[in-house]
């Protein structure tokens, strides 16, 4: 299929959603976007003979190098005429051209990110899309279209649908009504019935227009296959189209297409969906919105939940941002109104309670043992009831470091500055930053000592302590390291789901969004290890994360129970979660950051630099605050640039500085104008982070 139709439109001076008249032929100009960091859109000469639209993917030469750029704009530009300007060597009219919508949404990233606009805009396109066609392009393509279609039989597991309850009906009726953009916050324990509440609102807003279609955003976790299974078996009649970080580059193409082309009326995915391509977007969910997965690590470093809410607005429609533990920065707003607070109070199976969670003491230091004798009573007396025992520790490997008790030798990192963690099963030693391996040693590297120990316990070493204590029974652990390939995190999760697991063993890997069914017990292991970390944000992540794990127990049957080993029973983070008073914790420390004017009160932006050597960052970084204090107003704060918490990475040495603003758009101004032109010395590799989650 060509698209000639679509490049109908070629003669027409288009830029976002206006037209501003017919240019005559021959004086057309592209503003072209480019994978090329730091590169705004560049000018070529659109050829007489060739039709192209705005949006449309075309093929042109930077310096010697062909490559493919998005057209952004078409121009008359009569001041380009007679310059020497390149032109566009051809139009990819394979598929649809991007829209406007698209293209305003990259534009908005990049100025808000800080970014440039052909790099927002070429990273939000799969690969497939972003290469040079080779020879089985349309090939690919057409297997891609075969691929992507609505399934036309009855599935056969279709699904029944539960009659909501009151306070659901009560959310989904605000949202199908809501006209136009309207934010809503749906506050909901674990448990009480959000995703119901998500279908119900997508099939009303896919049967009123059969065009429409529907965007729900989930975390970075492998509870996808669950929820998507649950998405298809509503929709039989839907294609539900799935982007997953962990897709092929093919899988993720022929979804991207399905959906820009219209033939996929829902998609399910991870943050990078946030930059798909829509014909006709009209809801977006955001799934556990507090979900820190949401934001990027690298690269453009954009948030998925505020992008979601930026274009819901765009396209004036709703979105709801689900969470039993919402972000402070939504929460927030909620309390300001600027969004609609939804609030599902109830467990929604009627003999599903809220789990009790207790507070019991660890085990002395230096007894070897990590999960204490009253722990472990409860988990027998549950396991011989016949259910099932999820234990929680935030920390995979053996243990966190070897150590050698005769000279004080520690196993770390070469390139970083952290421990190597003890990996039992895969005899080695790790870096979890970098991923530097060493076989152990079996003998101390320093003093010859073959008594080196490990210190500290991590999963596989209490997974080993609970087949010691448990003999006979079913125990299976879930990390990262045991579930490295492809489908083997949700085989895994299959097993406990089919009752095939006694004791489930794991790290926050198995805390989210999970449905278990027979989960009568949770017991949490050195939550105290997050409690006294002292990033700023430490504490709220923690309140989330065991939420989220005590929100496991009893989920189908009964009250479930949930054990937290802790020397600090006084904590009121611990009181608030015993409570389970989200609200409560929420209140007292938005209080606290307003009394110490921290975020979500002020606006954040982290600038980092990295070089061989820690001395270099921090002069960079040095003659950066020095020029932004000579202009800084009253709003606007330069702090002193530190070190970064993990100083060494890959044998790169970083530090940080950190700039914050009362308002939001003061700080963009004052960041544009410090940042613009800044050349950093060639061995210092900076970048910018706006709303930077972990400082
Ligand atoms: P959440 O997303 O808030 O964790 P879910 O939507 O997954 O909650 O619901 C939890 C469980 O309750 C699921 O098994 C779901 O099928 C069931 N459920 C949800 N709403 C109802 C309802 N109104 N009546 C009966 N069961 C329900
Ligand atoms: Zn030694
Ligand atoms: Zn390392």
Redesign the pocket.
């Known amino acids: 299929m060509l698209f000639s139709e679509a490049s109908g439109k070629t003669q027409k001076y288009i830029f976002g959603e206006e037209e501003k008249g017919i240019v005559p032929a021959g004086n057309l100009y592209a503003k072209v976007l480019v994978d090329v960091p730091g590169l705004g859109p560049l000018d070529y000469k659109v050829p007489d003979d060739m039709l192209v639209a705005v949006g449309d993917r075309i093929t042109a030469n930077i310096q010697t190098r062909k490559v493919v750029g998005v057209v952004a704009a078409l121009e008359n530009a009569t001041d380009l005429q007679g310059k020497r300007i390149r032109s566009i060597t051809s139009v990819l009219n394979d598929v649809p051209p991007l829209s406007a919508e698209w293209l305003a949404l990259t534009r908005f990233a990049s100025l808000y990110y800080l970014r440039g606009w052909g790099e927002a805009a070429l990273s939000a396109l799969p690969l497939f899309f972003k290469r040079l066609p080779k020879k089985n392009h349309r090939a690919m393509l057409e297997k891609f279209r075969r691929k992507g279609i609505a399934p036309s039989v009855e599935r056969s597991s279709t699904q029944s649908k539960?009659?909501?309850?009151a306070e659901?009906m009560a959310a989904v009726d605000a949202v199908v009504s809501a006209k136009g953009f309207v934010p809503f916050l749906l506050f909901?324990?674990?448990?009480?019935?959000?995703?119901?509440?998500?279908?119900h609102v997508m099939e009303e807003v896919l049967h009123r227009d059969p065009e429409a279609q529907v965007l729900l955003l989930v975390p970075e976790i492998n509870l996808t296959p669950q929820l998507q299974a649950?998405v298809k078996a509503r929709f039989p009649h839907e294609y539900v189209a799935a982007m997953h970080s962990e897709y092929s580059d093919g899988e993720r193409a022929a979804a991207w297409l399905a959906v820009h082309e219209g033939r996929a009326r829902i998609l399910v995915g991870t943050r990078l969906s946030i930059f798909s391509s829509f014909k006709k977007l009209a809801l977006i969910l955001v799934?556990e919105e507090h979900d820190l997965s949401y934001k990027a690590g690298d690269g453009l470093r954009y948030s998925a939940r505020d992008l979601a809410v930026w274009r819901a607005a765009k396209n004036s429609c709703p979105v709801v941002l689900?969470s039993?533990t919402p972000s402070l920065e939504s929460w927030a707003k909620a309390l300001k109104k600027e969004y609609v607070l939804l609030t599902?109070t109830q467990?929604?199976?009627?003999k599903?309670k809220l789990p009790q969670i207790d507070l019991i003491d660890p085990n002395p230091k230096g007894s070897g043992m990590l999960v204490s004798p009253e722990a472990e009573g409860s988990i027998r007396s549950e396991l011989d009831a016949g259910r099932q025992v999820l234990v929680f520790l935030n920390r995979r490997g053996y243990s966190p470091v070897l150590s050698c008790p005769s000279c004080g030798w520690v196993s770390a990192c070469i390139r970083c500055s952290a421990f190597t963690v003890f990996h039992k099963r895969e005899k080695a030693l790790i870096c979890h930053h970098c991923g530097w391996r060493r076989p152990v040693p079996d003998a101390c590297p320093v003093c010859g000592n073959v008594d080196i120990l490990p210190r500290g316990t991590g999963t596989e070493r209490l997974e080993e302590e609970l087949e010691r204590l448990f003999p006979g029974k079913r125990i299976l652990r879930i990390d990262r390291d045991s579930t490295s390939k492809k489908h083997e995190a949700e085989k895994a999760f299959a097993r406990v789901h089919a009752g095939e697991v006694d004791i489930l063993v794991g790290t926050q890997m198995i805390a989210k969004?999970h449905?278990f069914?027979n989960v009568g017990l949770v017991v949490i292991l050195n939550a105290d290890t997050q409690l006294l970390s002292p990033a700023a944000r430490a504490r709220e992540h923690l309140f989330s994360t065991l939420m989220q794990v005590a929100?496991r127990a009893g989920?189908?049957n009964g009250k479930g129970r949930v054990l937290i080993q802790t020397r600090f029973k006084d904590e009121p983070l611990f009181e608030a979660l015993r409570l389970q008073d989200y609200r409560r914790f929420a209140n007292e420390t938005l209080e606290e950051r307003r009394e110490n004017f921290s975020v979500p009160f002020v606006y954040q932006a982290l600038i980092t630099a990295e070089s061989d050597a820690l001395a270099k960052a921090v002069l960079f970084l040095e003659t950066i605050a020095r020029r932004g204090r000579g202009v800084a107003s009253g709003e606007v704060r330069v702090f002193d640039p530190v070190p970064m918490p993990l100083v060494r990475l890959m044998n790169r040495e970083r530090a940080q500085l950190l700039v914050e603003g009362d308002e939001r758009k003061t700080l963009h101004r004052f960041l544009r104008g410090l940042l613009e032109g800044v050349k950093s010395p060639s061995d210092v590799v900076w970048q910018v982070e706006i709303d930077p989650t972990d400082v």
């Open positions: 539960p009659v909501l309850n659901q909901g324990v674990t448990g009480s019935g959000k995703t119901e509440v998500y279908l649950r799934d689900g039993a599902l467990r929604a199976m009627s599903a969004g449905d069914q929100g989920r189908a």
